[in-house]
């Protein structure tokens, strides 16, 4: 597909660029006309986006930008700092401050309400996690981050004997490996980290051998590898022992291939 020819919204071809009208008429067919069923009875939806749309994330940005904004400008009470990802977000106020602003919050849009979670303290340190992040600060003032997890945390992941690609499985250490490295902010907490990173992957099946050789691999590949454009793209049931061979077959055709569940 050619990008000049391809319509800004669904899966078709058009000769004409569409106009913002267009969009904004197909984006209001699409957020006034879903329908589902649940137990046998047919419901429409009357507020918000079908869940697992990929207009959803679009939307649902847009929303909370103009309610951030509104919020942000009308405000009694200026936040220090203000980070947002999303609907979650971490503010600094001074404490007499924050029931007025989390009530002024709530007024921007009948349908978004808000929650606040205020720092907690531990060993005399007030620390609040925001996303992936745990904050503490030291008695010097200073921020130190780790990584958060949340109290359901079960330290599951796909188990190593599990039927699944290798390069899945490498995945997991990868990603658990690059939160240690990237959200802890102190030399301990990146060595604590990854302590618990490798128990729990031990625990989970994985060889000390296995993981090692990822995090080797990690080291040492700097550089991203050129890659050619694929001539053409192969999704196959996954199956240990063929699957491997067909991908090695396809490569040589500058073919990539994903493996998904059967």
Sequence with gaps: MNDENVGVIGCWRSHTQLTKGQVLDL???????SYFVFEGTQYHQVLGCAVGSPVCAVIAELVMQEVEEKALETSPVRPKWWCRFVDDWNACIKRDGVEVFHSHLNLINANIQFTVEMP?????KNSIAFLDTN???????KIEVGVYRKVTNTSKYLDFHSHSPAQSKRAVIKTLMDRAKCIASTTAQRQNEKRRVISDLEANGYPESFIKSVGESNRT?????????????????YVKGVSECIQRILSRENIRTAFKPV
């Excluded at 907690?120 to 005399?124: A, E, I, L, Q, R």
């Excluded at 590949?221 to 999704?235: H, V």
């Design 221 to 237: 590949s700097t550089q991203p590898r050129p890659q050619e454009n694929p001539k053409a793209y192969a999704s196959i049931p």
């Design 120 to 124: 907690t303290t531990t060993m005399g």
């Design 135 to 141: 904050n503490t600060v030291n008695e010097d003032g």
């Design 27 to 33: 984006l209001s067919f699409f957020l006034l006309n």
